[in-house]
């Protein structure tokens, strides 16, 4: 769903002259997510709120990716990776309802960006690899938008380092 | 880069019958990581491992991109999305040299995925909006790889809840 300057907020500013699409950036849709979300004014804004929400949350794994789900396991976190298929991608600073003034899209969270690529933290609490199913805790997208990357959650790397601080 | 079955290690096996590219998963390169990393075999395995070793990193964002970078500071913590142009995509199970047997590709942070984005936590240590350069604390992909996003770490949904365990 692209927009249009008529579709600004107060202080929203969008790209100008980006580049043209990347060539060698195609993506890949390996599943699909399901959720209890129909339409962007129904779906959490996180997944805090969806887990405060409940519903089933799945994941479904086109056939030729299934194989690549092994070592797997429920109880385990992963890292999913969604291709936010309706949120625009023109938007340089963002007003978001719960901002006091427009910011720039890299510091917000919102599924508006150039590339409107959605990450989230979510648990396995149940998996069958031979039908591509995989059932997580909660999910804070559309039901339908396309998944592009599993990951598994690794501590080590995925919290900032103690000794940083 | 790509690889054909000559390529594989003991244990590893491709995807099969993958659908094309989608066409509605076109991305744009926002920038670009500049690493002290040259080669495939000298660039670090994870962040642990290009913190030990230090060295300046830095991104370097487009033109176009830089007004989005407003609401970021020195001293955040970011979540970088990167397009691993140098990855193979082709591998459902891999064989990596850490592990005992193969395992399936999204049970691993390999490079090697059907998307092949990757994922770094890293903390900002400076920044000119202007000029759409970043300074890093470290980072663990190749010099020149492209970079797809840049996204604020928000240990209420970035860190496994407490109350799921």
Not at 104 to 117: E, Q, Y
């Amino acid at each position: 769903m692209n927009a249009n300057d008529t579709d600004l907020r107060e202080g929203e500013v969008r790209f100008i002259n980006e580049a043209p699409f990347a060539p060698d950036g195609q993506l890949r849709f390996i599943g699909r997510v399901r959720s209890p979300w129909r339409s962007r004014s129904d779906c959490p804004k996180n997944l805090r709120e969806a887990r405060e929400r409940g519903g089933s949350a799945l994941l479904e794994i086109a056939a030729p990716y299934r194989p690549a789900l092994s070592g797997l396991a429920p109880g385990q976190w992963i890292m999913l990776l969604t291709w936010l298929h309706e949120a625009r991608r023109d938007l340089a600073l963002q007003a978001p309802r719960h901002a006091a003034e427009p910011r720039g899209t890299f510091s917000l969270r919102s599924p508006v960006r150039p590339n409107p690529i959605g990450l989230h933290l979510v648990r396995i609490v149940g998996l069958d690899a031979s039908t591509g199913s995989i059932a997580i805790d909660a999910v804070d997208v559309l039901d339908g938008t396309p998944l592009l990357d599993i990951k598994p959650y690794l501590p080590s790397v995925d919290i900032p380092p103690m000794e940083a601080d």
